[in-house]
């Protein structure tokens, strides 16, 4: 751009400062230019080549971690490339008992220990009733196809679901190129709960309705 408007001006201004400064010729500036470009597109290219989808199945049982699980969430890696995780974040709603509806909004984001330590107070134990695996940063989402070869990150049981509205996983990853994704795993939700009232009362028999 300097040397087109240069190519404009009379020869006495061009001889002046700091119009007589000079660049890149057009040609250069045009080559150069070209390239950068060709390099954008093929990075653009190689990115979506390599994007990696982030997606997640819930199942009513099968858990790898607790038993009578009424709830369990697996994460995997659908698209392509390297999904490598660097952020995870918490939040929840706890339940009214009578109503079911959630007391008050979200928490807010947290972390995993501090997550367990408030549903602790609130009667609900990782590991007994439900699982919340720590998922470190630099862990490797599974590359999958299949809806439940993905990696386990939570599993309800009964109570869990029955004290919870909500529970939401923030996930983070980067892939192979350093661009980061990210998605909100519904884990929870208060449409989840009614869907295990109404499971549970088709098991129940007839005459206990």
Known sequence: MWEILKKNLSASFVNSWPWKLTLLDVGTSATLASAVLALLLARSQLARTNRPVISYSSFSDKSSFIKKAERVIHVRNAGAGHAIVCLVKYRYRMADPRSGVGEGPLSDWMDWHDV????????????????????????????????????????LTKKAMLTLADLDILLRIEDTLGDQH????????????????ERRQKRRPPFLR
Do not use: F
């Open 116 to 155: 367990v330590d408030r549903l602790e107070e609130r009667n609900l134990t990782n590991w007994q009733h439900y699982v919340l695996p720590r998922i470190g940063n630099g862990s490797t989402l599974p590359l999958a196809s299949a809806a439940g070869a993905g990696l386990e990150v939570v599993a």
């Open 182 to 197: 990210e998605r909100v795993l519904v884990c929870m939700s208060q449409g989840h709960r009614k869907e295990l009232i």
